[in-house]
């Protein structure tokens, strides 16, 4: 039955706080803004969990750097090399450089991609791709469509970057913390180590109507803590016993004298629990909102809840908090306050994160396609490369079509069946489809490895973006093609 009674209590709270404003204290009065405030108390005695930051997009973005500086002309990728030497590398754009004006931004992003293609192990990337066995010839075919993959890849990441502050502050300790100060003005575990000075910033507490002040100053309602004694505690023997909790008893628990700490720490003991989960931003916006949207007007000032006149306490004045000046201004009022705008800014920064993530987690999913894609116009370029190839033997005079074919096509440069035997080269495994199974014919020689003829590769300096169109470095980095071979095969 008593259950019963203070559910009810909880629903028609809206009504006792209308009504309170012009009336008179009563039982149930404040068990709404009660458990509004309950809900800070239980968040900061759970053991707090913050959404993790999602990163996933940044190995996609690298996988794309790697793949577009695996196909660029050897020109551009020897200035990220001291001296033309292997495993040596320019920390900063070489002096005499004509540089994009973004180089200095991506230069480490770009001389990671450059270092990642000269490890020795084998990069499963550049596998999958097919790109450890094309020639220059074949890379030069793929060069500006994967180059332009990769700017708009650079686009769609570009925002996606965490406020260093939020980022800061958003550590599972961090967050811990504040909502344990918020609450109970300290560090501290739960209410049995809160003290009167750290719930209300002093111990000069006898004045009930100038403490229950929502502020940062001594003395005054500094925590949820302090709030919930400021609407709860009874005056005197003949006060509202049960004004927030049906449990509670009567007496003089805050008459004249500083506050019971005992009474306080009985009450805020009756707060709820709440189970370890992560914290969402939403999720505690609520929890703020289910307190603020409690606080009536009177005279031009905000009053946390049951109040008459004042917030001294007794029956015909009121048990609130009061709040200056918030008709006016009720952002200022409260943003300054650890227990409503901290913990205002902490609900952004939550969402900030997760909104974040969300666009990390897309721009991962399009990365990802985007891979796909260039592992196709490699593979086109291939064909094409062998088509190119076979017209050219074709159009040259003398002999028959199929010596032209056997002394200009380069059969490894296929890597599916359909097309390795279309070109007149041999398909050499059974169940294998794809990969590195197209050979000479038995008894034929090809004259043209990977990397042979074709059209000259340009060279070229980047764009901003791409680093893949024409600039004056050539003369600037005075680079012999000895110097470019040691680093690039062909």
């Not at 991609?113 to 030069?140: H, P």
Request: with cysteine; charged share 20%.
């Amino acid at each position: 039955m008593i259950s019963v009674i203070r559910a009810l209590a909880v629903i028609l709270s809206p009504i006792a706080l209308v009504g309170t404003v012009d009336g008179t204290k009563s039982t149930g009065a404040n068990v709404a803004p009660f458990e509004a405030l309950c809900g800070i108390i239980a968040l900061a005695k759970s053991a707090v969990k913050v959404p993790a930051v999602t990163n996933s997009h940044i190995e996609q973005m690298n996988k794309v750097r790697k793949l577009n500086m695996s196909v660029s002309d050897p020109t551009w990728r020897i200035i990220f090399h001291k001296n033309g030497k292997p495993n040596e590398y320019n920390d900063d754009v070489p002096q005499g450089v004509t540089k994009g004006d973004d180089w200095e931004a991506q230069w480490q992003a770009w001389k990671q991609a450059e270092q990642a293609l000269e490890k020795e192990n084998e990069d499963t990337d550049i596998a999958a791709a097919g790109l450890e066995t094309a020639s220059q010839t074949v890379k030069a075919l793929a060069r500006p469509r994967i180059a332009a993959i990769a700017a708009r890849a650079a686009i769609k990441v570009k925002s996606i970057k965490e406020d260093p502050q939020t980022t800061e502050a958003l550590t599972d300790s961090k967050v811990q913390t504040l909502l344990r100060t918020a609450a109970f003005g300290s560090d501290v575990n739960d209410e049995t180590e809160a003290t009167l000075k750290s719930l209300f910033g002093g111990e000069a507490l006898s004045n009930r109507g100038t403490v229950c002040e929502a502020s940062l100053q001594a003395n005054k309602a500094q925590t949820a803590g302090a709030a919930i004694a400021c609407l709860c505690l009874d005056s005197n023997t003949n006060n509202i016993a049960d004004i927030c909790h049906h449990a509670a008893t009567g007496g003089a628990h805050w008459n004249g004298a500083n506050p019971n700490l005992g009474q306080i720490q009985a009450h805020i003991a009756r707060c709820r629990t709440m189970p370890n989960e992560v914290l969402t931003g939403s999720k505690l916006q609520s929890l703020i909102k289910a307190i603020t949207s409690r606080i009536s007007l009177l005279s031009g000032d905000g009053y946390l809840v049951a109040v008459n006149s004042a917030c001294s306490g007794t029956t015909a004045t009121g048990s609130c908090v009061k709040f200056p000046g918030y008709k006016a201004n009720p952002q200022q009022a409260t943003s300054g306050l650890q227990w409503l705008g901290q913990l205002q800014r902490l609900a952004e920064q939550l969402k900030e994160r997760e909104d974040m993530s969300k666009k990390a987690e897309e721009a991962t999913r399009i990365l990802k396609e985007y891979i796909t894609t260039i592992n196709f116009i490699v593979d086109e370029a291939k064909t094409t490369r062998g088509a190119v190839a076979q017209t050219a033997a074709e159009q040259q005079g003398g002999g028959n079509a199929k010596q032209k074919q056997k002394t200009n096509v380069d059969c490894t440069t296929f890597q599916k069946n359909e097309t390795c035997t279309a070109a007149g080269c041999k398909w050499e495994s059974i169940t294998e489809k794809t990969e590195n199974h197209c050979k000479p014919k038995d008894g034929e020689g090809q004259t043209n490895a990977a990397g042979g003829t074709g059209p000259a590769v340009t060279a070229g300096t980047p764009t901003a973006s791409t680093g893949l169109q024409r600039t004056k470095i050539r003369p600037l980095l005075k680079m012999t093609k000895q110097a470019i071979n040691k680093i690039f095969k062909e």
